[in-house]
Structure formats: structure tokens, C-alpha cells
DNA sequence: GTCTATAGAAGGATAGAC
DNA sequence: GTCTATCCTTCTATAGAC
């Protein structure tokens, strides 16, 4: 499947590279054009004939940052090989890694800092992400015979929420931001041991 | 107990409260000295008179913020009219309700888009907020003769996430801002349960 | 489309009078 | 401490040549 994306001109290719990783990194406020431009090997002007305005260019690209950052839920088969505890393990450290990343990181911190000056964010970071996600394990969870889950969707949202605990709230205000993975492991290991206490058969 | 602080000067007080107004509602990037001075109504010369930069006004601020924002569980006494479930209901409910209030949002939204370029408001955040959380949350639980729970700051921070669900996150990017009174009644309800699940003896 | 050069506005910070 | 007036830098955006 050829998309159309492929004859999109190289130089804008590099200017949304340059404004992705800067933008990211820093925020919109501390990201200048002259910036973005000097990063892309690209003269203001160049990058004027490609977005029109600085905040076209920012939400053009958060917005399809967080089309293209699913949350690693999609691919949730159901492991024979594995009972419920070994799968939610894998699921959850899965899951927790995925929050933990720089990108993740900082596409939450881009759309929570700037929703309110450009509202369409905070639905396409939703629908994109946390929706997702929340959709995919809990169609997954309907499929375990060895729970009883009177609602999967609510299951789904705690089982997110006993992954982000003081490990990721740290990690988000720049404290620790490379946890260990033992670390990792003993917060994944906790929050299956406690949904498994409240869910399991 | 007189504080030194009751000889400052009106006009340092009127610059601090128009600061962090004007921060809190748009973020370090969208607000300018001029517009601070003009809020305080006070000339830019007398807001460097007291205060030596941006930077520091805005770092200023964000920490005093964080401590006067502690989590609401520094008042969780053991009251016996209650049981552990209604008691549990009560603190989460409280819980939620600051997490969701817009000064706590701001507060957490300034913090995690800045920590990058002012590393010392991540810890006074998380020292003034989630620690101080955990650790009263930890203490009461401890105290709950009905519950078997072999790791207090774990399960305390497995409370504190079960409250962080959708609801939060949808409320934190700007959808949803003000939840009706049902649904966070709703979350707090499931969270109860499910912790109850866990951790009742 | 792409460049160089620049306009025009706004920002952080300060000088100097009182 | 407080003001008015201003400096200098940086920013977004565009004009005009190729």
C-alpha cells in the first residue's frame, strides 16, 4: 500500500523532523522558527511555503505524533502458552516501558502544556493513546476465562493506573528519568498481583 | 507564630499574585513581564526591583506553590463511626477532588513542562505532593485493623492511581475539565472496591 | 520552491529621575 | 522603592530575486 505521503518533498520531510525533535524536547514556547529552520538546513522562507504559521507547524506535528503513538496494546493475542498472571506481566511491564519512554513522555507533557491554546490536541492525544488502549485490553480481558471482571472498561482504566504510580509521576517531573528496570519489573509485578487479587476467578 | 513574611511589601504580594495567576492559566513560554507588571499594576522597573529575572520570579513561585498544594491526607484520622470501605470512600473521594481542582492541574502541567530547564521544581513538587500523599495514606492504612496489606507505600500508591484513571487523564488534556459530581463519584467507587478486593482481610 | 535580507512587533532587562 | 522611557535582542512573518 503506496501512500501519498511518499511524494511529499524532502525538505519538508526535514523541516517536520527538526520541529518534531525540538518541539518535543523543549516545549513551543522555548522553540524558535529560526531554530526549527537552522536544524532542517532550511531558510525561514522554505519553511513559511510549508506551514504557514508556527502554530500551524506545532499542531500539525503533535497531532500526528500521537496518531502515530499508539499504546502497545494492539497486538494482544491470546498466548496459550501462557496463564492469565504470566500474560498480564508481559502486558503491564509492556505497557509501563512504553509510558516510561522519552517519546511517550514528551508527547504527554506537549499536549497537557498546550491544550488549553490548541484544544483539538487533548482529543487527538485521547483517541490516539489512552482510548486505545484502554479499548484493546479490554476486549483482551473479556477473553480470559480465569477472571471475573463485571466491567472490562473500568478493569482496563485501573489496571493503566496501578502501572502509573510513583514510579512514573517521578519520572515525570524529571525525577528519575531512567528508572531500572528492576524497578520497572517490581511495580509491573505489584499492580498484577493486586488486579489479580481483586479480578481473579 | 508571626511570620516575617507580614512585612513584606504590598507591592511584592500584588506581583506574586498576578504572577501566579498568570503562569498557572498559560504557562512560563505565554506570559511576559509586561503583562505580569500590568496585572500587579506596577512599573517592570519595580518588578526587577524584586525580583532579579524571569527565571527566578517563575521558580519563585512554582515552589511556594508546590507547598502550600499538599495532598488533602494530612487530616486522616481514624474516625470509628466509619468502617474501612466508607472510611476509604471519604479519602478518595477528597483525593479525587483535589487532583481534578484546576490549581492542582495547573501546578502539576507547569511543573512537568518546565522540570526540563528547572530541575529543582520536580523535587519540590513531588516532596510537597505525592510523597507527603503516600506517606499519610501509608500511615492510615497501617492502622486499619481490617485490611492485610503487606507493603503500606505500595498499596498507597496503587490507591492513589486507581483514582488516576480516565477521568483524570481526559480532565489533564483538557477534555471533560469540570467532571460531574456522579462520575467522580463513580471512580472513586470502583477504586474503593477494587482495593478492597486486594487488601480486605 | 528556495534563497537572502529585512520589516515590524514584542520580549527581557536597565538607566536615570524622584 | 518606584516610576517613565528606552536599549538591545529575538521573534514571527514577508518581500523580492532567482
Redesign the interface.
Known amino acids: 500500500m503506496v501512500s501519498i505521503e511518499d511524494s511529499e518533498s524532502p525538505k519538508r520531510r526535514a523541516i517536520l523532523n527538526a520541529a518534531t525533535e525540538l518541539f518535543t524536547?523543549?516545549?513551543?514556547?522555548?522553540v524558535s522558527m529560526d531554530a526549527i529552520a537552522r536544524e532542517a538546513d532550511v531558510s525561514k522562507a522554505t519553511l513559511y511555503a510549508h506551514f504557514e504559521s508556527k502554530d500551524r507547524l506545532f499542531a500539525t506535528i503533535v497531532q500526528s505524533a500521537c496518531q502515530e503513538h499508539i499504546t502497545p496494546t494492539g497486538e494482544l493475542a491470546d498466548d496459550a502458552a501462557l496463564d492469565v498472571e504470566a500474560s498480564l506481566r508481559a502486558i503491564g511491564g509492556r505497557i509501563l516501558r512504553f509510558f516510561l519512554r522519552d517519546r511517550t513522555m514528551a508527547i504527554?507533557?506537549l499536549?497537557?502544556?498546550?491544550?488549553?491554546?490548541f484544544?483539538e490536541?487533548?482529543?487527538a492525544?485521547?483517541q490516539g493513546g489512552?482510548a486505545n488502549g484502554?479499548r484493546m485490553l479490554a476486549a483482551w480481558l473479556t477473553r480470559q476465562p480465569g477472571l471475573v471482571v463485571p466491567?472490562v472498561a473500568?478493569?482496563a482504566?485501573?489496571f493503566?493506573?496501578?502501572?502509573?504510580?510513583?514510579l512514573y509521576?517521578?519520572a515525570?517531573?524529571?525525577?528519575t528519568p531512567v528508572p531500572d528496570e528492576a524497578a520497572i519489573d517490581a511495580v509491573v509485578d505489584?499492580?498484577v498481583?493486586?488486579?489479580l487479587?481483586?479480578?481473579r476467578l
Not at 499536549?111 to 491554546?117: I, K, L, N, Q, Y
Open positions: 524536547a523543549r516545549g513551543y514556547g522555548a504527554y507533557r499536549v497537557m502544556a498546550e491544550s488549553a491554546r484544544p490536541l487533548g482529543n492525544f485521547y489512552p484502554r466491567d473500568i478493569a482504566e485501573q493503566f493506573g496501578l502501572l502509573r504510580t510513583d509521576l517521578r515525570s517531573v524529571g525525577l505489584a499492580a498481583q493486586t488486579f487479587r481483586a479480578y
